[in-house]
């Protein structure tokens, strides 16, 4: 398999038409540069003084929303970086999750085990998926991911896999304690390793989405007959990021589980993909921050909403959104990065 | 047999309602080109308000009028206050004010109108033509009703010089601006047709399935299935989807997987069709050159 | 001398906070034929999206003796300008015969419109074998046929043509050229044409700019420009 060079992807970006829907990014995705790692620094030192001045039940919401994040990250691959759009990733979500549901629960397998067994599990899936899937354009694709987000619950539910689903019930699991001696609540513990879980998984997606397999994925994203001309193999590299973006996700999923210490076929209706569709956007497509932003977004914005409103929250949550899509088109990571370019251009006129 | 038949008639009644559904979402692609998500929430409120009408004392179709004068006009509002200015902004922000919309007016309807369930009368007769028990009056109804709404729809688009013009405005919009045509009133008026006929559709599924805020959740998948089976910028494909959407998804229903399955069943279907012709059964073959 | 059909004075064209054209001045005479020259970037199709106000403009624009600058899109199009874009903007998924319709839009006189497009298909014959087809199928120089044809509908007295060379072969720019000629004299439309094509361009046209990096450089009659030694070592390449 040949994959296009590095610079003939930037050769191929700065063709690419004027109308077709961008990420914010114009690079590919950004080399190293120091002011980068200044940021993933400053964050990565909050990220770990956290549990230390807040509550059990916040760092348990902090938890959720890096396992948010993952999610996003995953789908973010596929559809900010790849340009294809699924409405079906809580189907890769739930998929995670029962899988380590089903394995702590019937196969005794220790939590941590079941990640890298629902990494491969959904990676096969989405491989397997994305190959004739990704031939539909568009809203057809968008169609039958989300045939598959809906059919999801009912999937779940019924009898024939019920002696290991637990059917409507669900499964119940265990919390995970922290080690003998180690000073730490369950709820510290938790967050704790799946922050290492978290940072391990960002800094390989980095290094995936700049290596070959990440330029080939936004060449094709740009300008797909050109990409197939320069001797990339379409299918190929579009089944494997779809894979890539389900084991991201599928990895959330079994982390959510754990976390949540619980799956049942009820909470992963519709509204999960939708909702990872929603972070994906409003941090920012087509790049590694905006996951994180929108991770946090998903995970408290409906809460906040709670709060304002009693009686209509979805609603101000639906105002959010729109307010959000107005002020910020590209996602909160491309106004950060607009508005940069703005103030650089300023100092650079000498204005 | 009977059974089947029956299956059959049962289906096509509901793929009658798709078929309006799916309608109104082939007429927001063909004068935007955008997916409306929040379609079957729009059509919910509109019969929302031919309820507020009816309760008022109005005779039906007065209250049909009203409803479709209010669907429109709420079509219109969302357009310019809304969507206007997003024109620049891409695809996917786009698709996630439509979420939004979705969300908000579903919350919206339920804090003004109530949860509670609320049965809605039909305009047909009830028993179906010469006393068959195979479709009821109202089945028949929407089925014609469909009919009539592709008809004149159809005669729009392809006949009239603003449907040509509103087809040219969604193709290209500064080609057609350069040639006069007012592309940003070709876009609302686009939008305030499809909310009038969303809220057509709205009142032909309120009898069915009872009315409230969440009335349209189970017909909306389907009828995006109806409208995408059909190819998405053909009208008549819309009528004819719809019809065989609801004929597989009651026959896989009552022979093949049982009542849990069948929205599952259906949608293998239409993804397996999609995959062997991707631009739907009807649609234009989009070809274009390199 | 009689006024000029278009003239336009210190225009500045802005694609958002870029100055792209540094205020350039030039004019149309009444049927008769300019070109804009200028190698790529220079701002030559911003120059004829300024004047059809799709890009935010200052500066002053005169049609037939009122100012346009200002006015929307539309309107100018109204007013018998009509724009055939670059890339031909054909309306694909139309058919031919839809896109001619297009561009009848404006006409409130039913009669002579339907007249009209016997008259295109006279021109171009073979938009009239490919009537029904959808227009993405046509060929590069058939959209161009095209394109001139939809802006032709409207019985403009100024038409603006970017760059209807591009990505044609020879012959047909050639053929294309000739019935631009026709149409100048026979409709007696004023042509605005915008070309990389500097050869073409001057052969066709009387009058002459050029245009670097968004500032009218120099100008003349086509004959003066084409006697230029500079003009001809840069773009006639002798």
Same mark, same amino acid.
């Given at each position: 398999m040949s994959v296009v060079s590095s610079s003939v992807a930037r050769d191929l970006r700065a063709g690419a038409s004027a109308s077709a829907p961008r990420a914010?990014?114009?690079?590919?995705v950004a080399g190293f540069q120091w002011r980068r790692l200044w940021g993933a620094g400053v964050v990565l030192a909050l990220a770990i003084a956290l549990p230390f001045f807040t509550s059990d039940y916040r760092l348990f919401q902090a938890t959720m929303a890096m396992i948010m994040a993952l999610a996003v990250l995953g789908l973010n691959m596929l559809v900010?970086?790849?340009g294809q759009l699924s409405l079906g990733h809580g189907a890769i979500y739930a998929l995670g999750a029962y899988t380590a549901a089903v394995l702590i629960e019937?196969?005794?397998?220790?939590?941590?085990?079941t990640l890298p067994v629902a990494a491969a599990v959904c990676f096969v899936f989405g491989f397997l998926f994305g190959w004739p899937a990704l031939r539909l354009k568009g809203h057809y694709l968008a169609l039958a991911t989300f045939a598959l987000a809906l059919a999801t619950p009912q999937l779940l539910k019924h009898k024939a896999i019920e002696p290991w /689903?637990?059917?409507?019930?669900g499964i119940v699991l265990m919390k995970p304690e922290a080690p003998?001696?180690?000073?730490?609540?369950p709820d510290q513990w938790l967050y704790g390793l799946t922050l290492l879980v978290t940072v391990f998984m960002f800094v390989l997606a980095w290094n995936i989405l700049r290596g070959r397999l990440g330029r080939a994925t936004i060449a094709i994203r740009e300008q797909p007959i050109a990409a197939s001309a320069m001797g990339i193999n379409v299918p190929y590299v579009k089944a494997m990021t779809f894979g890539i973006s389900a084991l991201y996700t599928g990895v959330a999923g079994a982390l959510g589980a754990v976390a949540a210490a619980f799956v049942a076929p009820?909470?992963?209706?519709?509204f999960v993909s939708v909702f990872f569709l929603v972070g994906a956007v409003v941090g920012g497509?087509? /790049?590694?921050?905006g996951a994180i932003v929108g991770g946090i977004f998903i995970q408290f914005v409906p809460n906040i909403a709670d709060q304002i409103s009693k009686s209509a929250p979805s609603a101000i949550y639906a105002l959010f959104l729109i307010l959000s899509m107005y002020v910020m088109p590209m996602g909160f990571v491309g106004l950060v990065r607009s508005l940069r370019r703005r103030r650089q251009a300023r100092t650079a006129s000498g204005s | 047999m009977y059974n089947l038949l029956q299956q059959i008639a049962s289906g096509i009644a509901m793929g009658g309602i798709y078929a309006c559904v799916g309608l109104a979402l082939v007429m927001i692609y063909q004068s935007t080109?955008?997916?409306?998500?929040a379609q079957g929430e729009m059509a919910m409120f509109s019969t929302f308000i031919a309820f507020l009408c009816l309760k008022a004392g109005l005779p039906y179709w007065a209250a049909f009028l009203v409803t479709l004068a209010g669907g429109f006009l709420l079509g219109m509002l969302i357009e310019r206050v809304v969507l206007r200015p997003l024109k620049d902004a891409p695809e996917m922000s786009v698709i996630v004010v439509f979420i939004g919309l979705f969300v908000g007016i579903n919350s919206l309807a339920g804090w003004i109108f109530g949860h509670q369930l609320e049965t809605f009368p039909s305009p047909?007769?009830?028993?179906?033509?010469?006393?068959?028990?195979?479709?009821?009056g109202h089945e028949l109804g929407t089925i014609v009703v469909a009919l009539v709404v592709v008809s004149l729809l159809y005669a729009f688009l392809r006949f009239t010089r603003v449907g040509l013009a509103m087809r040219a405005a969604a193709e290209n919009a500064v080609s057609s601006r350069l040639s006069g045509v007012p592309v940003s009133r070709m876009l609302a008026l686009g939008w305030g047709l499809s909310a009038m006929i969303g809220s057509i559709a709205g009142l032909m599924v309120a009898p069915v399935v009872?009315?409230?805020?969440?009335?349209?959740a189970g017909v909306l998948i389907y009828a995006f299935a109806a409208a995408l089976l059909g190819g998405i910028d053909n009208p008549w494909g819309a009528v004819a989807g719809g019809l065989i959407v609801g004929v597989v998804e009651n026959l896989a229903g009552a022979y093949?997987?049982?009542?849990?399955?069948k929205l599952s069943v259906a949608l293998v279907v239409i993804v397996g069709v999609l995959l062997v012709r991707p631009s739907g059964l009807f649609g234009r073959k989009l070809v274009a050159r390199v | 001398m009689t006024q000029p059909l278009l003239k336009v004075k210190n225009l500045e064209g802005f694609y958002g906070s870029t100055r792209v054209l540094q205020g350039i001045e030039f004019a149309v005479g009444e049927g008769g034929i300019t070109t804009i020259l200028g190698a790529n970037g220079a701002g030559k199709t911003t120059t004829l999206r300024a004047i059809s106000a799709l890009i935010r403009t200052r500066g002053e624009i005169w049609f037939e003796g009122r100012?346009?600058?200002?006015?929307s899109t539309e309107k100018i199009a109204a007013l018998g300008i009509a724009h055939v874009p670059d890339g031909r903007g054909?309306?694909?998924?139309?058919?031919v015969e839809e896109n001619l319709r297009v561009g009848a839009h404006?006409?409130?006189d039913r009669a002579r419109a339907e007249q009209d497009f016997e008259r295109m298909y006279a021109y171009f014959p073979r938009l009239r074998e490919r009537r029904?087809?959808?227009?993405?199928?046509?060929s590069g120089g058939e959209q161009q046929m095209l394109a001139i044809s939809r802006a032709l509908m409207l019985r403009p007295r100024l038409l603006l043509l970017d760059e209807?060379?591009?990505?044609?072969a020879p012959l047909i720019i050639r053929e294309i050229f000739e019935i631009m000629r026709r149409i100048n004299r026979e409709e007696k439309v004023s042509i605005l044409l915008v070309e990389q094509n500097v050869a073409r361009a001057l052969e066709l046209a009387d009058h002459a700019y050029l245009l670097e990096t968004g500032r009218t450089v120099m100008s003349g009659t086509s004959q003066e420009l084409r006697d230029d030694e500079q003009i001809r070592r840069s773009y006639l390449g002798f």
């Open positions: 914010p990014s114009p690079v590919p900010g970086y790849n019937h196969a005794g397998f220790p939590w941590w085990a /689903t637990g059917g409507v019930q003998d001696g180690w000073p730490l609540s009820d909470s992963f209706g519709m497509l087509g /790049t590694i921050a | 080109h955008h997916i409306n998500f047909f007769p009830e028993k179906g033509p010469f006393g068959t028990k195979l479709i009821s009872f009315l409230d805020p969440n009335m349209m093949v997987v049982g009542t849990e399955l | 100012r346009i600058d200002g006015l054909t309306l694909v998924n139309l058919t404006l006409r409130r029904a087809q959808q227009a993405g199928t046509l209807p060379s591009f990505g044609l």
